[in-house]
Nanobody, 125 residues
Framework: QVMLVESGGGLVQAGGSLRLSCAAS????????MGWFRQAPGKEREFIAAISSGGSSTEYGDSVKGRFTISRDNAKNTVTLQMNSLNSEDTAVYYC??????????????????WGPGTQVTVSS
């Protein structure tokens, strides 16, 4: 059974940083576009970042450009989201997702076949 598991969430003060990781089992992530999304209470799931299967291309949502960085290590089958300059609007549950041959639809939740359970990020002001 394919599993994605996020880690690294928690409580951080505004202006601080967190590093989220997504580990996979029963799936070779090197063939997949990887995405990070987030969902705050009462809001729709929001695209945060995506990285192509080989890691050569990335894209970011407007709300996190210049503050967040997505990277991947295909040898370790992991994807990371470095989050800097966090503010209260970044408070949400963060999800990693994997999709095959979906780069043209990378910002769409429906493009991704596999999802992790999410990790909570709370930014205190």
């Amino acid at each position: 059974q394919v599993m994605l598991v996020e880690s690294g969430g928690g409580l951080v003060q505004a202006g601080g940083s967190l590093r989220l990781s997504c580990a996979a089992s029963q799936i070779d992530l090197s063939s997949y576009t990887m995405g990070w999304f987030r969902q705050a209470p009462g809001k729709e799931r929001e695209f945060i970042a995506a990285i192509s299967s080989g890691g050569s291309s990335t894209e970011y949502g407007d709300s996190v450009k210049g503050r967040f960085t997505i990277s991947r290590d295909n040898a370790k089958n992991t994807v990371t989201l470095q989050m800097n300059s966090l503010n209260s609007e970044d408070t949400a549950v963060y999800y990693c997702a994997a999709g095959r041959y979906v780069w043209t639809q990378r910002t769409q939740t429906a493009a991704y076949a596999y999802w992790g359970p999410g990790t909570q990020v709370t930014v205190s002001s």
